[in-house]
């Protein structure tokens, strides 16, 4: 089975402060993906990363960073948290699959549910 | 664009009886689609998904997907509800004519199965 797994489930910041979020898998999969999840707006993508050391826009960038240096382990950063930025955060990945044999399903980690004070 | 739309909030359903969550979508070419499960305080977990081939989708737990290209459809049902069903459900899509691999999530539908 694939597991995907995140260093926090529950996170309290203050505002301003820089905040990590770790996540890690162990499936060998290419492709990673950070989302957030808000009452009534569902999931929605921050960043992903299709190889090491590459990384994507999603649909709300703004605020955060990414960084992936190892292929199992893709970090969502906070540079400077805010109060806006309290939601519960979601890392999921993917095989890449080759052409006529893609899969897409993604696999998620159990979330971190961080509170910016 | 690719969108979701997941018409119901919440369904409600009495344990035993039939239940169906509704999901339509909008891509340009063929889609990818999908729908997972998270229960309280979790991750999304797969439930099944449609690629091509039968429109009938078989998944975990005795779930089903039915695909309707023409309606541009793909509900979610059950035959026969149980209380451990009660969760929040998502469908999610991607267009075969995407670049990459991301997928677009639906706002969700919160299921509840009553006694």
């Known amino acids: 089975d694939v597991k995907v797994t995140q260093s926090s489930r529950y996170l309290v910041k203050r505002t301003g402060e820089k905040v990590f979020l770790e996540c890690v898998q162990d499936m060998d999969h290419e492709n990673m993906f950070w989302y957030r999840q808000d009452p009534g707006l569902g999931l929605r993508l921050i960043y992903f990363s299709y190889d090491v050391k590459m990384k994507e826009k999603g649909d709300i960038p703004e605020g955060y960073s990414v960084s992936r240096e190892k292929k199992e382990r893709f970090s969502l950063i906070l540079e400077s948290a805010s109060t806006n930025q309290t939601s519960m955060y979601l890392c999921?990945?993917?095989?890449?699959?080759?052409?006529?044999?893609?899969?897409?399903?993604?696999?998620f980690g159990p979330g971190t549910r961080l509170t910016v004070l | 664009a690719q969108s979701v739309a997941q018409p119901e909030d919440q369904v409600n359903v009495a344990e035993g009886n039939p239940l169906t969550v509704k999901c339509t979508y909008s891509v340009s070419g063929n889609p990818y689609l999908f729908w997972y499960v998270q229960y309280p305080n979790r991750g999304l977990q797969f439930l099944l998904k449609?690629?091509?081939?039968?429109?009938l989708v078989k998944g975990s737990y005795g779930f089903e997907a039915e695909f309707n290209k023409s309606q541009t459809s793909f509900h979610l049902k059950k035959p026969s509800a149980l209380v451990s069903d009660s969760a929040l459900y998502f469908c999610?899509?991607?267009?075969?004519?995407?670049?990459?691999?991301?997928?677009?999530f639906g706002t969700g539908t919160r299921l509840l199965v009553s006694p």
């Open positions: 999610a899509v991607r267009g075969m004519n995407t670049g990459f691999q991301k997928l677009v």
């Open positions: 449609y690629i091509t081939g039968d429109n």
């Open positions: 999921a990945s993917s095989l890449r699959g080759t052409a006529g044999k893609r899969t897409d399903t993604q696999y």
